[in-house]
């Protein structure tokens, strides 16, 4: 079952999901769906190996690690015209 939510974005972050939309052949909705779910993935907290103050740096070093790979292929996208 689908549920539709409406977000608000910056003017600059909407042509960037325009943009890698179009040259990836998807619909602005699946690529935010799909970003949404890799980030939520990095998010998961292994619950076997580490204490609970271990995990929750790896949690912390994974987040920011995503955020840094959407940026760096943003702007490699840009900086190809993309």
Do not use: C, N, W
């Not at 769906?33 to 890799?38: D, G, L, P, R």
């Not at 609970?52 to 912390?60: T, Y």
């Amino acid at each position: 079952m689908l549920v539709r939510k409406q977000i608000l974005v910056p003017a600059a972050l909407d042509k960037k999901i325009r943009r890698l939309a179009r040259k990836r052949g998807i619909s602005q909705s699946a690529l935010v769906v799909e970003a949404v779910e890799a980030y939520l993935t990095a998010q998961t907290t292994p619950t076997t190996f580490y204490p609970s103050s271990a995990s929750s740096k790896v949690h912390r070093r994974r987040s920011r690690s995503l955020s840094m790979t959407f940026t760096a292929d943003a702007r490699e996208s840009e900086a190809r015209g993309g």
